[in-house]
């Protein structure tokens, strides 16, 4: 059984850090490619970050120098490092394995349940 567990998130002030990690068993994190995406009440989630097979780092213009993605293949685990966090990103943080890529991109797979992150004073 593939299973995908986030934790790490929490309240957290505007310009501070966190770190979020995704506890992976069932399939290898060295054998797909990971994704964080994100996703607020009543819009699409967004593709946040991602990382390949390869270790080849992706992520999305607005988080670009602030958010750092990284994989544990000892561990089985892929974390997101958040870094001068802002209110937009405020979303729940999922965690998720490649199945189904479209340009370049991870759009499907085995998906975790989701971690609450929220930025406020």
């Known amino acids: 059984q593939v299973q995908l567990v986030e934790s790490g998130g929490g309240l957290v002030p505007p310009g501070g850090s966190l770190r979020l990690s995704c506890a992976v068993s069932?399939?290898?994190?060295?054998?797909?490619?990971m994704a964080w995406y994100r996703q607020v009440p009543e819009k699409e989630r967004e593709l946040v970050a991602w990382?390949?097979?390869?270790?080849?780092?992706s992520y999305a213009d607005s988080v670009k120098g602030r958010f750092t993605i990284f994989r544990d293949g000892a561990k089985n685990t892929v974390s997101l490092e958040m870094n001068g966090l802002k209110a937009e990103d405020t979303a729940v943080y999922f965690c998720?394995?490649?199945?189904?890529?479209?340009?370049?991109?991870?759009?499907?797979?085995?998906w975790g349940q989701g971690t609450q992150v929220t930025v406020s004073s």
């Open positions: 998720m394995a490649g199945v189904v890529y479209s340009e370049g991109r991870p759009v499907s797979g085995y």
């Open positions: 069932g399939i290898s994190v060295q054998s797909f490619g």
């Open positions: 990382i390949s097979t390869g270790l080849i780092a």
